[in-house]
Structures are given as structure tokens and as C-alpha cells.
């Protein structure tokens, strides 16, 4: 009896390859990796974690952790880079394109003791939109490979956009 083999599929495989470059991430809060993809090979790959030559929390602690603050929250405390955006920035530095092709995100927490779904933030959203990027891949915690089209984040940011201002002007007109 002939044994049937199997293969990964090719989102499998690239997030898997995204994994392995979450390990690099110094945080000490979750970890993510991403890897830009195009015409079948891996073209550029990212990590969070600080600038270039900047203090990292694994050296010195982390003040999200010290406020107690929320997964996707505290931007502002942190100093670092989200993968996605040093997956698009290391394809700028070597002059690659990245138009047309797929970033794929995988996350998990420190020390790889559980997956946290890997969704980019709006920030990084907005920065997918702009290098032209056409789907982004990533997988939840229950382990279901997902896929989003970046057109249609174009539409959700408009809609948000437009609620909170009219938000905002209607915070404006109320009468004190």
C-alpha cells in the first residue's frame, strides 16, 4: 500500500516563513513577522521592534507592559516598528517593488507560547494601501488561514473616516 503524501499549501508555507521571522522581533508584549511576496518569491521580510540602533524592550522592559495597556493600544508609548511596515521598508532600501503583491502576517506572543491573530493596525493599513499592496494573509488564533483584499480597506477607512467626523461636528453643535 502506496502512502499518500501532502503537501503545505502555499499560504501554509509563506506563513510559516513569517514565523520564523517573528522570531527575530525583540518585543516582549507579541511578536510578528511579516514577508512580502511577488511572482512567487519572497522579495522582502519584516519584524516589530525599534528603529534601527534604538533601545528594545527586551533589554530594558516595556512600558506598555508597565501601564497595563491593551493589545493594539499605546501606539504612542512604543518605540517600535510594526512588521508590516519594515517589510515595506526593507524592499525600499534594496529598490524593490512591491506593487501587486502579498504580505503575508503571522503574530504570537512572547516566547511563542501562544499565535495572536497577526491583523495589521490602521496605521499600517493605510501604509499597505499606499505600497500598493493587493491582499495581506494571515492566520487566527483558531488557526484559519485568512485573506483581505487591500481595495477594500480603501472603502472601510473611508466610511470610518466620514463616521468620526460627522461625529466630531455633531460633538461641535451640541449645546453646552
Given at each position: ?29 507579541r511578536q510578528f513577522g511579516a514577508i512580502i511576496v511577488k511572482n512567487d518569491a519572497v522579495i522582502s521580510t519584516g519584524y516589530n521592534g525599534p528603529a534601527r540602533g534604538v533601545v528594545n524592550c ?119
Amino acid at each position: 500500500m502506496s502512502k499518500k503524501w501532502s503537501r503545505l499549501s502555499k499560504d501554509e508555507y509563506y506563513l510559516n516563513i513569517a514565523k520564523a521571522v517573528c522570531l527575530r522581533s525583540p518585543c516582549i508584549r507579541r511578536q510578528f513577522g511579516a514577508i512580502i511576496v511577488k511572482n512567487d518569491a519572497v522579495i522582502s521580510t519584516g519584524y516589530n521592534g525599534p528603529a534601527r540602533g534604538v533601545v528594545n524592550c527586551m533589554d530594558v522592559g516595556c512600558i506598555k507592559n508597565e501601564l497595563d495597556l491593551p493589545p493594539y493600544t499605546g501606539y504612542d508609548y512604543c518605540p517600535g516598528v510594526h512588521a508590516e511596515e519594515n517589510a515595506l521598508l526593507n524592499a525600499a532600501r534594496h529598490g524593490s517593488s512591491v506593487l501587486d503583491g502579498t504580505l503575508y502576517l503571522y503574530g504570537q506572543r512572547f516566547n511563542g507560547d501562544s499565535l495572536t491573530e497577526g491583523r495589521p493596525c490602521d496605521r499600517c493599513k493605510r501604509a499597505i494601501i499606499n505600497a500598493g499592496i493587493k491582499e495581506v494573509v494571515t492566520k487566527s488564533v483558531d488557526g484559519v488561514i485568512h485573506k483581505y483584499k487591500v481595495s477594500e480597506w480603501v472603502k472601510e477607512d473611508t466610511e470610518n473616516y466620514l463616521k468620526k467626523l460627522e461625529k466630531a461636528k455633531e460633538k461641535k453643535l451640541k449645546p453646552l
